[in-house]
């Protein structure tokens, strides 16, 4: 690796495929009956290394890729493949900090950016009229320290905290930034995750949250992304790993010999029970094709609730399979080409199906145990 500074994911910028350089579905050669690990890694490596050119529309998003990448090579098992010094370097070098005190209370947030063309340079007089770091980049920034076994109490916390409420709006959701953005259960779990992984929760109004979070329940038994909504397996998920991460309710419910929950579990259940289609893949709403990511969206659900053993694992392991590329990573649907986002998704569903060779997920937060628990 050359020695400027690290800058993971840097793109190839070869030109674009006409048509008929791009490989269709038929092309592809049939799926392999077992989890590749070996290809997997390299997928992962080569992301690490040299981006391909098509994510270049996604460069506001690098810090996200790079969770994907480095929090996916540690399920794997692979993270001695990471400069992990090199990498929190240049993960904390994205955190916006304020000039003083004071401006913890101008709305912003001093969170992390998502890239450096979020990151605008001040004024001539030092003045950065946009400072605000954003809620989803900011919880794969501390996710990504994590994962490399950074210690996150030596990090200025206090900025992150004392401005993330300036996000949290009257009804108890977030927003993502300080303005122009829509708020939704997407929002409250990156800020249930961060204060979970900062070991503070001076940052967010729980009791504000989790009743913003009661009303996102459907008649059906999921979660809306807002209240009123249409159930849905993200937000389902960000619901209840939210609740779980806040202490509202407990691991392995259906075990329990509690008589009541906050939530309508059983409904809850049964409404992700559901999900699971006759392809053995899991769908995000009724009427809707099995995707990769649900495995884990939906199935992340069922492990924190005590209802993961109810589902045809062996039905859910064949339809994985199917989307699993010779090329490593995993695609959004069968015969696909891979992409990043799948891909680690579908690491975290092969976690959850305890595959060897790979480490153990951490549901609520999404990603591995040891991350999870701090041990690197």
């Given amino acids: 690796m050359a020695t400027r500074e690290w800058n993971p994911l840097d793109f190839d910028i070869g030109e674009e495929e006409d048509e008929e350089g791009t490989p269709s579905p038929s092309s592809i050669s049939p799926p392999l009956p077992y989890f590749n690990r070996d290809r997997h890694v390299a997928f992962l490596e080569m992301m690490y290394n040299l981006m391909p050119h098509h994510y270049q529309s996604q460069e506001i998003n690098r810090l996200t890729l790079a969770f994907f990448t480095i929090s996916g090579l540690h399920l794997l098992r692979a993270l001695d493949r990471v400069d992990k010094d090199r990498v929190a370097d240049w993960v904390l070098s994205f955190q916006a900090h304020p000039r003083s005190r004071a401006e913890l209370k ?8 998502g890239s450096r063309t979020s990151q605008f340079p001040p004024d001539e007089n030092g003045v950065s009229a946009c400072n605000s770091g954003h809620l989803a980049s900011t919880y794969c920034a501390l996710a990504i320290l994590k994962t490399v076994g950074f210690n996150l109490l030596t990090i200025d916390k206090e900025s992150i905290l004392i401005s993330l409420r300036n996000l949290q709006q009257p009804d108890g959701s977030f927003m993502p930034v300080d303005v122009g953005a829509e708020t939704d259960l997407r929002f409250v779990y990156c800020a249930a995750a961060i204060c979970f992984m900062l070991e503070d929760w001076s940052g967010m109004d729980r ?8 009303k996102c329940q459907s008649y059906d038994g999921g979660f809306g992304l807002m209240p009123g909504l249409e159930s849905h397996g993200g937000g389902t998920y960000c619901a209840v790993a939210s609740l779980r991460l806040m202490g509202y309710i407990e691991d392995d419910l259906l075990s329990k010999t509690v008589t009541s929950s906050i939530i309508n ?23 809707k094709p099995s995707d990769t990511c649900y495995a884990f969206w939906i199935g992340a659900v069922l492990r924190i609730l005590g209802g993961y053993k109810f589902i045809d694992k062996i039905a859910l392991h064949r339809f994985l399979l199917t989307c699993q590329s010779e090329f490593g990573g995993f695609s959004k649907y069968p015969g696909d080409l891979p992409d990043i986002y799948h891909a680690y998704y579908g690491y975290t569903a092969f976690s959850l199906l305890e595959e060897p060779g790979l ?15 701090g041990i690197i």
Avoid: S
């Fill in 106 to 113: 101008n709305g912003q947030f001093y969170g992390f950016h």
């Fill in 207 to 214: 009791e504000k949250a989790k009743e913003y979070i009661l």
């Fill in 265 to 287: 579990v059983p409904l809850l259940v049964d409404w992700c029970m559901q999900r699971q289609a006759i392809d053995g893949g899991f769908q995000g709403r009724a009427n």
């Fill in 359 to 373: 480490n153990p997920l951490c549901a609520e937060l999404g990603m591995t145990d040891l991350t999870a628990i």
